[in-house]
């Protein structure tokens, strides 16, 4: 058994290492959830044979001891010499290969379910939800809000509440569900939503903003044009590069393609049943539903809350909008 751990374990390193370098594309739910299935395994191992048999060599060695003392005490020899207690704790200790998997069981458990069920951490790894989320914001997404899924598969099975215009939300990117995006909610299904000349507009009507100062930029070293907008009944600042076209280029035909129309303007689109269309705070430089089109409900993953860490500005720890 300590040899084929340690060949799960190298498995293992392979993987990460593997996934790291990019050289293949991971999944975290399911590693997690293969990783808590495997140490469930030997925690029950452990449990109802391993323990017990350790339990049971203790005790023979106890007896077998015992037997011998009064052996000799029927001889009249009363001080025996020898004591079996290393022995004994030799014999109950879990080997290292039960330590590092049935060990770390109840801590995957946990992991596992609070990960699934309640609160995920994400990374913001670009710059399409300035100025809400900077890059390197480590934030906390609601897995629950929307419903309750099961884990690796992602199947709603207890309805909560819909999605929200204004609601900043991680969703599995429709052309690759390995990928994690994270947009804000602009349309919902029925919704009408137009993006031109930089204007937005919902069911024929354009979106309230109100100018504020510009944004400095530090990845760019540039500014930018920054508004309040407000989207249902959440307020939040949006940029907005002046140097951009309006003209949009979609990329390859995506589902409900057909409820889009694209001109120089920019573009306009009719959000479908069951689809939300989603756009980055950063209007002009983010790949959003204006370039591939609609998330499906069922490539939802929660909506994000709170910023729980920035490691070059503990400042922006804190819950956004």
């Known amino acids: ?13 392979v993987y990460l290492g593997g996934w790291y370098l990019g ?11 293969i990783l808590t ?10 449990r109802f044979h391993f323990a017990p048999a350790r339990a049971k060599a203790a005790r023979t060695l106890e007896q077998q001891d015992q037997a011998r003392r009064e052996e000799l005490a029927s001889k009249g020899i009363a001080k025996v010499d020898g004591d079996i207690a290393p022995a004994r ?3 109950l200790m879990q080997p290292w290969w039960l330590d590092w998997t049935a060990g770390l069981f109840p801590v995957i458990l946990i992991v596992f379910l609070l990960r699934s069920f309640l609160f995920e951490p994400f990374k913001i790894p670009s710059g399409s939800m300035v100025p809400t989320l900077l890059v390197g914001d480590l934030i906390l997404v609601n897995k629950y809000h929307y419903g309750v899924r099961l884990p ?8 909560l509440n819909k ?8 969703f599995r990117y429709p052309a690759n569900p390995s990928i994690d995006y994270i947009k804000r909610v602009v349309g919902v299904p029925g919704d009408e939503v137009s993006y ?18 510009e944004f400095y930029d530090d990845d760019s070293t540039r500014y930018f044009k920054q508004y309040s907008e407000k989207l249902g009944s959440v307020e939040h600042n949006i940029l907005v590069d002046v140097q951009r076209p309006s003209y949009i280029r979609p990329t390859d035909p995506f589902p409900y393609k057909e409820n889009c129309s694209y001109s120089a303007e920019g573009v306009t689109c009719k959000v479908p049943a069951g689809h939300y269309f989603m756009m980055g705070d950063n209007r002009d430089n983010s790949e959003d539903s204006r370039f591939w089109g609609f998330v499906p409900d ?3 993953v929660g909506k994000a809350f709170f910023v729980w860490m920035n490691f070059g500005n503990l400042r922006r720890i804190g819950s956004f909008h």
Do not use: H
Request: aromatic residues 10%.
């Open 1 to 13: 058994m300590g040899s084929l751990t340690g060949l799960l374990y190298a498995c293992l390193a």
């Open 23 to 33: 050289k293949w594309t991971g999944n975290f739910s399911l590693l997690l959830f």
């Open 37 to 46: 299935l495997v140490t469930l395994a030997y925690w029950l191992a452990e």
């Open 89 to 91: 704790e030799a014999l």
């Open 152 to 159: 690796v598969i992602n199947k709603k099975i207890i309805e």
């Open 163 to 170: 999605p929200e215009r204004g609601d900043v939300m991680v």
């Open 196 to 213: 031109r000349n930089q204007r937005l507009y919902l069911n024929g009507q354009q979106v309230e903003t109100t100018a504020l100062p």
């Open 298 to 300: 069922e490539n939802i």
